[in-house]
């Protein structure tokens, strides 16, 4: 049992950050675990957070997979939308979101201007993935939202697969000191709660922000959505979180899609 990790929990609920919480030694992945918990959830259980110490089956976008290992923080928060004023028209850019709250919240914790998102739901610190997000809808008609976090924190990449070894970091491994699961999960849910606020009241001075943390503008990049590859030059956000692609036929928009990086840092 992790005495801090759970110390952390009863805060986070004391202090309404999350209305429940389910601790797990392992699961397959926790948006998986999440979206079948949804239904039985009623509005008064939410934020609800499911977290657990290890995933035998974490996924990514698309059919990317998520790797993990001992010291990583693996969780997913439950939440209605509507509980934030974010109506539907909003949901697109809840993955950037989210991902703009956790770069801002692995700076505070002393990444600084390293940490960097890479749109739409990737944390890098110096070229290197930090965390990955994965944000699911709920079947059927409920508004609620799976927001799937994974973020490596201690753990070490000895037994990783070599292309995980190649592009990922752990937060201690970027000079940040000493991190723990605690923490961070602390952190992370603080910028998040500032941020739903914000993507309602201010989402301009949001925009603006995730534009100053922007991974790719200057980057040459292919964006695959939906069968479709578009290769160009990124050129940065858009007001609507969209990233603005300058190809070989003009002025693009991605709203969604699987990014490959195709120059050199």
């Not at 699961?27 to 259980?45: F, K, M, V």
């Amino acid at each position: 049992m992790d005495v801090e990790l759970e110390s952390a929990l009863d805060a986070l609920t004391a202090a309404g950050r999350i209305a429940g919480w389910e601790h797990h030694r392992a699961l397959a992945s926790t948006n998986d675990h999440a979206l079948e918990r949804i239904p039985a959830l009623a509005a008064e259980d939410l934020p609800h957070l499911v977290i657990s110490d290890a995933q035998t089956a974490g996924r990514g976008r698309g059919a990317n997979r998520w790797w993990s290992a001992p010291g990583a923080l693996l969780f997913t928060l439950i939440v209605d939308p509507e509980a934030w004023r974010i109506d539907q028209r909003l949901w697109p850019r809840l993955s950037v979101a989210v991902g703009g709250a956790v770069v801002e919240a692995v700076a505070a914790l002393g990444a600084g201007s390293a940490a960097q998102l890479k749109w739409p739901n990737d944390v890098y610190i110096g070229g290197r993935k930090v965390c990955g997000i994965l944000v699911e809808g709920g079947a059927g008609t409920t508004a609620r939202v799976a927001i799937g976090v994974g973020v490596n924190v201690t753990n070490s990449f000895e037994d990783a697969p070599e292309e995980v070894r190649a592009r990922a970091a752990s937060l201690s491994d970027c000079g940040m000191g000493a991190v723990d699961r605690a923490g961070t999960l602390v952190a992370i849910l603080d910028h998040l709660a500032r941020d739903l606020e914000l993507l309602t009241d201010e989402p301009a001075g949001l925009v603006d922000r995730w534009r100053g943390r922007c991974f790719l503008t200057g980057r040459m990049i292919s964006v695959e959505s939906a069968g479709q590859i578009r290769i160009g030059a990124c050129l940065g956000l858009e007001d609507d979180a969209s990233l603005l692609l300058q190809t070989d036929v003009g002025l693009e928009r991605c709203y969604a899609g699987v990014v490959t990086v195709l120059d050199a840092a």
